[in-house]
């Protein structure tokens, strides 16, 4: 009998203390140090509404981020992949695999996919399914330094602004010495986001970017666009992209006074307020008869299809993408324009600081996102990494032309896109 | 210095028992385990995984010979690494050797202060090649970095349409800056063993051409030159196989850029196998470019025959 | 001395004077910029002297990453990985020089075989290796794959077989085991070479880069090259703070260097005849 009670009792302490027990939710991410600040406060407003799930945070920095997940991911061991994750593009990892199907989790619980921005949730599906939710909408404004403009007499930047308009401010903005030494430059933006003016001025890269069947960067529009952002560097108004990384990125050189004007997104306010800059957004100006074509992307939340407790990462993930949970911290943290709409009309994205002002620039562009930077099958990276953005590069240092190098580019484009059996 | 020495021709060990034999295993049991996992196993594996397709999460696919074929003839970015690889191995390695040689013969001549000259030129030997070239892309910056200023100084104060190069975001200019940081970074190390081969020349053959009326010049290129041959042809092999394999330098000061312009093999190696998820089409590049440099090697060692002097009578 | 010598000397001094310059201007500008405030690194011209030491900088920059872990773990490995290869390639020359066995020609030529193989082809099956042994991102991958050395094993095997034989006769006549004439008298009669080889060994490992970066992954695994390379590769680069930590990945090497420069050079030289 006493033995029976024993057991009895062992049985019961244990079932009492599993049903006590947290679960780990572990919970990958990118970020400066400063951002991993801000995902640590919304671990922590999580875990105090949800005592029995536990975040943990694996950080890496942006540079190494992608490379170090997916040689988690070939380790196949569920104890060291993480379980939610933030990934872009969500496309080529679902392709492999390791991520797990959303749909069956937002039926189940009815969660409104309805109020994210038009086009963005796109941007996590894959072959009709949803695998990641965007936490932001990564799209681009103009910010611009108040100061410089007020010295060089230039009148701020608005929405009626074209690409002429913004030629002719770079001219008085660049403060280029009699050597040919430039002192200042107009405008700093990375090579990569040259996608920005060819949406603009209604081109594109492929003609399909999920089952492409040819490159599309040697019609007009696209050449016409990359021969602005071209000439823009050739006449010293934009500081050359591999000179821009070696400065140490746009947002070193904005602050630092080298450059008026970048092309951004909203995760620099924080830094910028923090150094006490003087400096407003606009929306980024357009081609005459053009289109706003800000990038309807952003990295996602994604699941992993190892996680060992499915049921609380999706608890952590729904909560992460709502108004009252994680949308709202990290929006008023002032970093990201958040995905959700009701999210970035609210306070929380409108009212958050006082600095930049002109916070309708950010919805403005929003509302006029469009889907299509990059291509939604597995051999992007190696297409972009290895033929296009190189072949850009060229140009981008002003070593060749875009009337010499496009059709070129093409040619090895298709040649790529054949060899690898597109269209499938 | 010592260059691999003849091995000696001792008698053997009179005390030799049968015993030995499993002592023998025993002693080379630990280093055999690791040679055979780390070492063997491995090179018949990038054999084997040179003929799939893998990305390492979905299952291999056996291509036969197709990366193989891939990167021979059609891919052109291997053409153009395979260029900018050759552009630094036979720029590196001259330049090394006569720079490292002249320095060697400076410090050579009795002067004062030999220590201190020597630690410093031999101090970027030591230091961490990461630091170093993240300092390098500071130093070349085109508007502020220290390279380029006193060119645009003077620009400025003379008026002369002088522009200093635009070192990292040229495709010309990008090789140099890479050759220049390694060169800095190795020139001690040639320079001490050229000092320690220079030491072991004869005082007495210099003495003998000066009697002879030799002048400096001829006595460098009559004594000096000969007389170091060996660690010369030395240093051309281990030189050629480390610019062969540069990776590095370029990684951390250009990632490669402009246009590719200073990526190398090991760097397309990289990208192959950790950015684009293609471990076998990387294999098979690995064991191209081992065919590259066992090929340069036995070059070199058949044409040391013609220039190599060895002494002979040691 | 003749006084055309003493002009002669003159200039060769001003000729290295020069070259010493251009060899340490680079330290000179990451010490001077790793000193100055954010405001005065993009001055033009440069400013050789920062206006005032911003010592906070080297703060500011050891805080923004876990400098200490990095320096744990590279002194971690670089001894253990010398310690491990020293070990198992001494006992391996040992046999190769001293003990008869059969297959022993033949199997030193497969060892001397694969210092043919450059280390990038053995890269990657490694890599792979690595993860099916579990041992991705930890310190097993970073000590043990790169401590087999064959090169180690050929070096150490010439210098053993140096030493006379007459001694390991004379030891086995007092009924020494191989294991005791291994660890008393070749051990001992090989110090010269085991040092230089460890020096070499041990700059080698402390300076790696390719092998950390591939199979590290967390911020708690990385050695100092791979935690200053993902420093740089952070969204916004501060020179001043970049500079500072590349100050601090320098700064000890140099400073053991300094002391035992003799040392230094034998290792690097001696041994690096061999390898690079």
Redesign the interface.
Not at chain 2, 246 to 263: C, I, N
Not at chain 3, 217 to 223: D, F, H, K, L, P
Not at chain 3, 225 to 247: D, I
């Given at each position: 009998m006493k033995r029976w009670l024993f057991v009895a009792t062992l049985v019961f302490s244990f079932v009492f203390s599993l049903s006590l027990a947290q679960t780990t939710v572990t919970w990958a991410m990118w970020g400066s140090p400063e951002e991993i600040a801000t995902h640590q406060a919304v671990a922590d407003a999580f875990m105090a509404s949800h005592p029995d799930i536990n975040i943990e945070i694996w950080s890496q920095p942006w540079g190494d981020y992608f490379?170090k997940i997916?040689?988690l991911?070939?380790s196949g061991d569920s104890s060291v992949i993480p379980d939610v994750m933030f990934l872009s593009p969500v496309v080529n990892y679902a392709a492999?695999?390791?991520l797990e199907n959303l749909d069956p989790y937002i039926e189940a619980s009815n969660y409104p996919i309805d109020d994210y921005w038009p086009g963005l949730l796109e941007f996590g599906m894959y072959d009709g399914h949803v695998y990641g939710f965007p936490r932001d909408i990564g799209l681009e404004v103009l910010y611009y330094n108040k100061d410089i403009f007020d010295e060089a007499g230039v009148d701020y930047p608005d929405e009626t602004w074209t690409w002429d308009d913004l030629t002719a401010a770079a001219e008085k903005l660049t403060d280029v010495?009699?050597?040919?030494?430039?002192?200042r430059y107009a405008l700093g933006m990375e090579g990569g986001k040259y996608q920005l003016w060819i949406g603009q001025n209604k081109g594109s890269i492929l003609d399909d970017m999920r089952n492409p069947s040819r490159c599309t960067l040697a019609d007009p529009e696209a050449m016409d666009a990359i021969k602005f952002f071209a000439d823009m560097m050739n006449n010293n108004y934009a500081m050359?992209?591999?000179?821009l990384?070696?400065?140490g990125g746009d947002a070193a050189v904005f602050q630092s006074g080298q450059v008026a004007m970048i092309i951004q997104n909203a995760s620099r306010i924080s830094a910028f307020n923090a150094a006490g800059m003087n400096y407003d957004v606009a929306v980024v100006p357009i081609p005459e008869g053009g289109q706003r074509s800000a990038s309807a992307a952003g990295a996602a939340w994604t699941m992993s299809s190892f996680s060992d407790d499915k049921e609380a990462a999706w608890t952590f993930l729904s909560w992460l993408q709502s108004t009252d949970g994680g949308q709202a911290i990290y929006t008023s943290s002032g970093e990201i324009l958040p995905a959700l709409q009701s999210t970035a009309k609210s306070d929380a994205f409108m009212g958050a600081s006082d600095t930049p002002s002109n916070r309708m620039a950010f919805i403005t562009e929003g509302e006029n996102a469009k889907v299509g930077r990059a291509g939604f099958f597995p051999e992007w990276?190696?297409l972009s990494?290895?033929?296009i953005s190189?072949?850009l590069?060229?140009i981008?240092?002003g070593?060749?032309t875009p009337e010499d190098a496009l059709p070129a580019l093409c040619e090895?484009v298709d040649a790529f896109l054949a060899?690898n059996g597109y269209p499938k | 210095?010592?260059?691999?020495?003849q091995?000696?021709s001792?008698?053997?060990?009179?005390?030799?028992r049968p015993s030995?034999?499993n002592?023998?295993?025993l002693?080379?049991l630990?280093?055999?385990i690791?040679?055979a996992?780390?070492?063997?196993?491995?090179?018949v594996?990038?054999f084997v995984?040179s003929f799939f397709k893998w990305?390492?999460?979905?299952p291999a696919q056996f291509i036969g010979l197709d990366n193989y074929q891939?990167l021979l003839f059609?891919d052109?970015?291997f053409r153009k690494v395979l260029a900018n690889t050759f552009v630094y191995a036979v720029s590196i390695v001259p330049l090394q050797l006569i720079s490292g040689l002249i320095?060697a013969v400076?410090?050579n001549?009795g002067?004062r202060?030999l220590?201190l000259?020597?630690?410093?030129?031999?101090?970027?030997?030591?230091?961490?090649?990461?630091?170093?070239a993240?300092?390098?892309?500071?130093?070349l910056?085109?508007?502020?970095g220290?390279a380029n200023?006193w060119v645009?100084?003077l620009?400025?104060a003379t008026?002369w349409?002088?522009?200093p190069p635009?070192w990292?975001?040229?495709?010309f200019w990008a090789k140099p800056a890479v050759i220049i940081l390694t060169l800095?970074k190795n020139?001690?190390?040639t320079m001490?063993?050229y000092l320690?081969a220079l030491q072991g020349v004869p005082e007495s053959l210099y003495d003998a051409s000066k009697v002879d009326g030799a002048s400096g010049l001829q006595r460098f290129r009559f004594v000096t030159i000969p007389m170091v041959s060996a660690t010369t042809f030395?240093l051309v092999v281990?030189?050629m196989?480390?610019a062969?394999?540069l990776?590095?330098e370029p990684f951390?000061m250009?990632?490669g850029?402009?246009?590719?312009a200073s990526l190398t093999i090991?760097m397309y190696?990289?990208?192959n196998?950790?950015?684009?998820?293609?471990?076998g089409k990387?294999?098979a590049l690995?064991?191209i470019?081992?065919a590259i440099?066992?090929v340069f090697?036995l070059i070199q060692t058949r044409l040391q025959r013609r220039w190599v002097h060895y002494e002979t009578g040691d | 001395m003749t006084r055309r010598k003493r002009i002669?000397?003159i200039f060769?001094?001003l000729?290295?004077i020069i070259?010493?310059l251009?060899?340490?201007?680079?330290?000179f500008?990451?010490l001077s910029?790793s000193l100055k405030e954010a405001r005065e690194?993009?001055t033009?011209?440069?400013q050789w002297i920062p206006s005032k030491l911003n010592w906070s900088n080297y703060t500011k920059a050891l805080t923004a990453m876990p400098f200490g872990r990095f320096y744990l773990n590279s002194f971690l490995v670089a001894i253990s990985t010398t310690a491990l290869t020293i070990?198992?390639?001494s006992?391996?020359a040992?046999?190769f020089a001293?003990?008869?066995?059969?297959g022993?020609e033949t199997?030193f030529l497969?060892?001397l075989a694969?210092l043919?193989?450059?280390?990038?082809?053995?890269?990657?099956?490694?890599?792979?290796?690595v993860r099916y042994l579990g041992w991705y991102d930890s310190y097993w991958a970073l000590i043990?794959?790169p401590?087999?050395s064959?090169f180690a094993?050929?070096l150490l095997r010439?210098n053993f077989?140096?030493i006379?034989?007459e001694l390991?006769?004379a030891a086995?006549?007092d009924g020494a085991s191989?294991f005791r004439i291994?660890w008393q008298i070749i051990m001992p009669n090989s110090g010269p070479a085991l040092a230089a080889l460890a020096i070499f060994l041990f700059?080698g490992n402390?300076?790696e880069?390719?092998w950390p970066l591939?199979v590290t992954n967390s911020a708690e695994m990385r050695t100092?090259?791979?935690g200053?390379?993902s420093f740089?590769g952070q969204y916004s680069v501060k020179?001043e703070l970049?500079?500072a930590?590349?100050v601090v990945?320098?700064l000890p090497?140099?400073i053991v260097?300094?002391f035992a420069?003799k040392w230094?050079?034998k290792g690097?030289?001696?041994t690096?005849?061999?390898?690079?």
């Amino acid at each position: 009998m006493k033995r029976w009670l024993f057991v009895a009792t062992l049985v019961f302490s244990f079932v009492f203390s599993l049903s006590l027990a947290q679960t780990t939710v572990t919970w990958a991410m990118w970020g400066s140090p400063e951002e991993i600040a801000t995902h640590q406060a919304v671990a922590d407003a999580f875990m105090a509404s949800h005592p029995d799930i536990n975040i943990e945070i694996w950080s890496q920095p942006w540079g190494d981020y992608f490379t170090k997940i997916q040689t988690l991911w070939a380790s196949g061991d569920s104890s060291v992949i993480p379980d939610v994750m933030f990934l872009s593009p969500v496309v080529n990892y679902a392709a492999d695999g390791v991520l797990e199907n959303l749909d069956p989790y937002i039926e189940a619980s009815n969660y409104p996919i309805d109020d994210y921005w038009p086009g963005l949730l796109e941007f996590g599906m894959y072959d009709g399914h949803v695998y990641g939710f965007p936490r932001d909408i990564g799209l681009e404004v103009l910010y611009y330094n108040k100061d410089i403009f007020d010295e060089a007499g230039v009148d701020y930047p608005d929405e009626t602004w074209t690409w002429d308009d913004l030629t002719a401010a770079a001219e008085k903005l660049t403060d280029v010495s009699s050597s040919g030494r430039v002192n200042r430059y107009a405008l700093g933006m990375e090579g990569g986001k040259y996608q920005l003016w060819i949406g603009q001025n209604k081109g594109s890269i492929l003609d399909d970017m999920r089952n492409p069947s040819r490159c599309t960067l040697a019609d007009p529009e696209a050449m016409d666009a990359i021969k602005f952002f071209a000439d823009m560097m050739n006449n010293n108004y934009a500081m050359r992209d591999a000179n821009l990384g070696q400065a140490g990125g746009d947002a070193a050189v904005f602050q630092s006074g080298q450059v008026a004007m970048i092309i951004q997104n909203a995760s620099r306010i924080s830094a910028f307020n923090a150094a006490g800059m003087n400096y407003d957004v606009a929306v980024v100006p357009i081609p005459e008869g053009g289109q706003r074509s800000a990038s309807a992307a952003g990295a996602a939340w994604t699941m992993s299809s190892f996680s060992d407790d499915k049921e609380a990462a999706w608890t952590f993930l729904s909560w992460l993408q709502s108004t009252d949970g994680g949308q709202a911290i990290y929006t008023s943290s002032g970093e990201i324009l958040p995905a959700l709409q009701s999210t970035a009309k609210s306070d929380a994205f409108m009212g958050a600081s006082d600095t930049p002002s002109n916070r309708m620039a950010f919805i403005t562009e929003g509302e006029n996102a469009k889907v299509g930077r990059a291509g939604f099958f597995p051999e992007w990276n190696e297409l972009s990494g290895s033929i296009i953005s190189p072949a850009l590069q060229a140009i981008w240092s002003g070593e060749a032309t875009p009337e010499d190098a496009l059709p070129a580019l093409c040619e090895s484009v298709d040649a790529f896109l054949a060899q690898n059996g597109y269209p499938k | 210095m010592s260059l691999p020495s003849q091995t000696s021709s001792r008698k053997r060990s009179s005390g030799w028992r049968p015993s030995q034999q499993n002592e023998a295993y025993l002693f080379l049991l630990p280093s055999l385990i690791g040679f055979a996992l780390f070492v063997l196993v491995p090179i018949v594996g990038a054999f084997v995984l040179s003929f799939f397709k893998w990305n390492l999460i979905s299952p291999a696919q056996f291509i036969g010979l197709d990366n193989y074929q891939q990167l021979l003839f059609q891919d052109a970015v291997f053409r153009k690494v395979l260029a900018n690889t050759f552009v630094y191995a036979v720029s590196i390695v001259p330049l090394q050797l006569i720079s490292g040689l002249i320095m060697a013969v400076a410090l050579n001549q009795g002067i004062r202060g030999l220590e201190l000259y020597r630690l410093i030129y031999f101090m970027p030997v030591i230091t961490n090649i990461v630091a170093v070239a993240i300092v390098f892309q500071w130093l070349l910056n085109r508007d502020f970095g220290v390279a380029n200023a006193w060119v645009w100084q003077l620009a400025e104060a003379t008026g002369w349409p002088i522009a200093p190069p635009d070192w990292l975001n040229s495709s010309f200019w990008a090789k140099p800056a890479v050759i220049i940081l390694t060169l800095w970074k190795n020139i001690g190390f040639t320079m001490v063993i050229y000092l320690a081969a220079l030491q072991g020349v004869p005082e007495s053959l210099y003495d003998a051409s000066k009697v002879d009326g030799a002048s400096g010049l001829q006595r460098f290129r009559f004594v000096t030159i000969p007389m170091v041959s060996a660690t010369t042809f030395f240093l051309v092999v281990i030189q050629m196989i480390g610019a062969f394999q540069l990776f590095a330098e370029p990684f951390v000061m250009t990632r490669g850029g402009p246009a590719q312009a200073s990526l190398t093999i090991v760097m397309y190696i990289y990208q192959n196998a950790f950015e684009f998820g293609r471990m076998g089409k990387a294999t098979a590049l690995a064991w191209i470019l081992f065919a590259i440099i066992f090929v340069f090697t036995l070059i070199q060692t058949r044409l040391q025959r013609r220039w190599v002097h060895y002494e002979t009578g040691d | 001395m003749t006084r055309r010598k003493r002009i002669g000397h003159i200039f060769l001094h001003l000729f290295l004077i020069i070259g010493s310059l251009f060899m340490l201007l680079p330290f000179f500008w990451m010490l001077s910029t790793s000193l100055k405030e954010a405001r005065e690194v993009f001055t033009f011209p440069p400013q050789w002297i920062p206006s005032k030491l911003n010592w906070s900088n080297y703060t500011k920059a050891l805080t923004a990453m876990p400098f200490g872990r990095f320096y744990l773990n590279s002194f971690l490995v670089a001894i253990s990985t010398t310690a491990l290869t020293i070990t198992t390639s001494s006992l391996a020359a040992f046999a190769f020089a001293r003990l008869r066995f059969k297959g022993r020609e033949t199997l030193f030529l497969v060892y001397l075989a694969t210092l043919m193989i450059p280390f990038t082809v053995l890269l990657i099956p490694n890599f792979i290796m690595v993860r099916y042994l579990g041992w991705y991102d930890s310190y097993w991958a970073l000590i043990f794959p790169p401590a087999f050395s064959a090169f180690a094993t050929f070096l150490l095997r010439q210098n053993f077989r140096g030493i006379p034989v007459e001694l390991d006769d004379a030891a086995r006549m007092d009924g020494a085991s191989s294991f005791r004439i291994w660890w008393q008298i070749i051990m001992p009669n090989s110090g010269p070479a085991l040092a230089a080889l460890a020096i070499f060994l041990f700059l080698g490992n402390w300076n790696e880069f390719l092998w950390p970066l591939v199979v590290t992954n967390s911020a708690e695994m990385r050695t100092i090259p791979v935690g200053l390379n993902s420093f740089q590769g952070q969204y916004s680069v501060k020179w001043e703070l970049l500079m500072a930590a590349a100050v601090v990945a320098m700064l000890p090497i140099i400073i053991v260097y300094m002391f035992a420069q003799k040392w230094f050079i034998k290792g690097i030289t001696v041994t690096g005849m061999g390898g690079r």
